[in-house]
């Protein structure tokens, strides 16, 4: 069953190759264990970042050049598996409920939120917009809940939502590919299969 249960099974029990073609599918034909960079302008300078859902840091690399100080959240057996096999961030925790406490510049969620329970991501939106001013998302517009991202994002009513940017995965650079940019709503009510990236400014 895909959700909290599956990614629990995988942090507890597959081996480090099989754990990063989970998190990265084609890692083990050869895809490198690389974090996409934005091809959105993010805020800059900023103090703290807040990686949610890090897995093992792919996205350590990237995030570390946007802010001067970086903390990962995940499930409790990933972040053990996190501080396994990463680079050693700011702060790394799988305590949501004292995490969401606190105040970060950013919070980056790259390809996270189309992997989690429609609940749960209704409730992390609305502590996103709590705890810092601009959201970053990198998201499949359809979860593996049968419902689109976007549509959650909208109906928090939490975010200003920036323009849309539909990309994929360039082969050649294993980088992202832009393909275009359209509004927030045109994404969110368009028919074709998609990954976008969009900025969410905390209402």
């Known amino acids: 069953m895909p959700g909290h249960n599956e990614w629990l ?23 490198p264990f ?37 903390a ?5 057996p990933m972040i053990a598996r996190c501080r396994e096999l990463a680079q050693p961030v700011d702060l790394l925790s799988d305590d949501w409920s ?3 406490n606190r105040r970060f510049d950013l919070i980056f ?12 991501v209704r ?20 979860s593996d809940f049968g419902v689109n991202v976007l549509d959650l994002v909208s109906e928090s009513e939490a975010f200003d939502a920036g323009d849309c940017t539909a990309v994929d995965h360039d082969p050649e650079t294993h980088q992202l590919r832009v393909l275009g940019r359209m509004s927030f709503e045109q994404a969110r009510q368009s028919t074709e299969p998609a990954h976008y990236e969009v900025l969410l400014r905390s209402r």
């Not at 900023?46 to 840091?57: E, H, K, P, T």
């Not at 969620?109 to 749960?120: N, R």
């Not at 409730?123 to 359809?142: G, I, Q």
């Open 9 to 31: 099974e995988v942090a507890r029990t597959a081996t480090a190759d099989d754990l990063r073609e989970h998190i990265l599918t084609g890692f083990k034909s050869g895809k």
């Open 98 to 100: 004292s995490l969401k």
């Open 109 to 120: 969620a790259s390809l996270v939120l189309q992997h989690i329970e429609v609940d749960v």
């Open 34 to 70: 690389t974090p996409y960079v934005p091809t959105i302008a993010l805020p800059s300078p900023v103090d703290w970042v807040l990686d949610f859902g890090c897995g093992v840091g792919r996205n350590f690399p990237c995030v570390r050049t946007i802010g001067g100080h970086v």
């Open 72 to 76: 990962g959240f995940d499930l409790p």
């Open 123 to 142: 409730a992390y939106l609305a502590d996103f917009a709590r705890m810092a001013p601009v959201t970053y998302l990198l998201t499949r517009d359809s």
